[in-house]
């Protein structure tokens, strides 16, 4: 059975939700080395905030691996995730990384709102930022092509009502690696960054825990 979606997430790659679907891979992969459909990375003009259709994407995807749908500052929003993992042969015995890579979408009044890219399939494709330099963005100061140029380009952005107010946008940073073994750890690091007209950062949202 594949994993709910439909509850209240304060975050546009709400963990609860993206450990179901990690989990729900991890378990289909050790059965079957494979997870999930393959899919190549939607991105450039393709996504266009406030414009591009659910419709859109799934003519260029196919049909999604789930559906559900969210509150966001008081709006309910549609939420579809497509995603794929490998598990390496006898990697729960000996050690290795399980190899996944999701992409969801976020529609509100059938236009997309947000969207977040997280691999952690192979290095050319791998979503990793160096959390080190989080510090150095300072709200009010630092601009959003600022943030670029420090960290690469983002794996996700977002509009209202992904973010809380109507004149600001938002990119972010995320990425998972999950190792397998007698002693099994999950890694996660989240970055959000919201900007103004101007932009300026406005707000700077970050996390990491290794579970």
């Given at each position: 059975?594949?994993p709910?979606l439909?509850?209240?997430?304060?975050?546009g790659?709400?963990?609860r939700?993206?450990?179901?679907?990690i989990i729900?891979l991890?378990?289909?992969?050790?059965?079957?080395g494979?997870?999930?459909?393959?899919?190549?990375r939607?991105?450039?003009d393709?996504l266009?905030?406030?414009q591009t259709?659910e419709?859109?994407?799934r003519?260029?995807l196919?049909?999604?691996?789930?559906?559900?749908?969210l509150?966001?500052?008081?709006?309910?929003?549609?939420?579809?995730?497509y995603?794929?993992?490998?598990?390496?042969?006898?990697?729960?015995?000996?050690?290795?990384d399980?190899r996944?890579?999701?992409?969801?979408?976020y529609?509100?009044?059938?236009k997309?709102?947000g969207?977040?890219?997280l691999?952690?399939w192979?290095?050319?494709?791998?979503?990793n930022?160096?959390?080190?330099k989080?510090?150095q963005?300072?709200?009010?100061t630092?601009?959003?092509?600022?943030?670029?140029?420090?960290?690469g380009?983002?794996?996700?952005?977002?509009?209202?009502?992904?973010?809380e107010?109507?004149d600001?946008?938002?990119i972010?940073y995320?990425?998972f690696?999950?190792?397998?073994g007698?002693?099994?750890?999950?890694?996660?690091e989240i970055?959000?960054?919201?900007?103004?007209?101007?932009r300026?950062?406005?707000?700077?949202?970050f996390?990491?825990?290794?579970?």
């Open positions: 059975m594949k709910s439909r509850e209240s997430v304060p975050e790659m709400n963990r939700n993206m450990r179901r679907i729900a991890t378990t289909l992969g050790l059965l079957a494979c997870a999930g459909t393959k899919f190549t939607l991105e450039g393709t266009v905030l406030g259709t419709a859109k994407i003519e260029h196919g049909k999604p691996y789930s559906v559900g749908s509150v966001k500052n008081g709006e309910t929003l549609r939420l579809i995730n995603s794929y993992s490998y598990v390496p042969p006898y990697a729960i015995f000996l050690g290795g399980m996944i890579k999701t992409q969801a979408f529609f509100y009044g059938e997309l709102v969207h977040v890219y691999s952690s192979k290095d050319s494709d791998k979503t930022f160096d959390e080190t989080v510090g963005i300072k709200e009010g630092t601009t959003v092509d600022e943030v670029i140029r420090l960290l380009p983002p794996s996700g952005e977002y509009i209202y009502p992904m973010i107010d109507k600001w946008k938002a972010g995320f990425f690696n999950m190792h397998l007698l002693k099994p750890t999950m890694h996660e970055l959000k960054v919201s900007y103004n007209k101007t300026v950062v406005t707000k700077v949202e996390s990491a825990a290794t579970s």
